[in-house]
Structures are given as structure tokens and as C-alpha cells.
């Protein structure tokens, strides 16, 4: 089960931490990725890291603004997200992939609306 949280509502130029807990999964055995989906498009990739932690890859839209890391302790994957535009407005997810990029287990979802 992957629960998000941190969702809410800021304006352009702010900044959100989005968290997603996992729980019933070895955690380290997974990558993670946090994906986006827009009123009216369909879901885009945005981040994910590797089992590890050592690997991350980021869509270009968002490279440079958001990082995304792990804590194996608390078992949890991170989203920070700065400089946040209005164009970054959707239901961000959290996945997990046991193989490659084969993402099968989704969280339900937390909303985050930046406003102009």
C-alpha cells in the first residue's frame, strides 16, 4: 500500500514537500516514481529513484525544480518540489516498481494546485 500526503494549495514560486509512506512491500527491493495526472490529460511520468537511491531521473519538465529521494528507515519516497508553476497543477501519485519500469502498485493520489 502506498499512501501520499503533502498536497495543498500555494502559489507560483512556492515550494512542497509530497510524501508517499509504503507499507506491505520489501521498500528497498523497489524503485519508486511519482507520476502526475492534469485535468483533461493524460498521467505523466515526473520523477522516480532506484532501489538504491543512487539513481533518479527526472521528465524535463520538472528537472532542475523538483528532487525526488528515499528514506529507507521510515520507508517513505519523497517529492520536493520548489519553484512550482501553475502548469505543475494535478493529482501527483506515487508508484512502485518491482521490475524495471513496470509500476504496479499506485497510491491514491494527493492534489496539488498552484494558482498565478
Known amino acids: 500500500q502506498l499512501v501520499e500526503s503533502g498536497g495543498g494549495l500555494v502559489q507560483a514560486g512556492d515550494s512542497l514537500r509530497l510524501s508517499c509512506a509504503a507499507s506491505?512491500?520489501?521498500?528497498?527491493?523497489?524503485?519508486m516514481g511519482w507520476f502526475r495526472q492534469a485535468p483533461g490529460k493524460e498521467r505523466e511520468f515526473v520523477a522516480r529513484i532506484w532501489r538504491s537511491g543512487g539513481s533518479t531521473y527526472y521528465a524535463d519538465s520538472v528537472k532542475g525544480r523538483f528532487t525526488i529521494s528515499r528514506d529507507s528507515a521510515k520507508n517513505t519516497v519523497y517529492l520536493q518540489m520548489n519553484s512550482l508553476k501553475p502548469e505543475d497543477t494535478a493529482v501527483y501519485y506515487c508508484a512502485a516498481a518491482y521490475v524495471g519500469d513496470e509500476y504496479n502498485t499506485w497510491g491514491q493520489g494527493t492534489q496539488v494546485t498552484v494558482s498565478s
Open positions: 506491505g512491500l520489501t521498500f528497498s527491493r523497489y524503485t
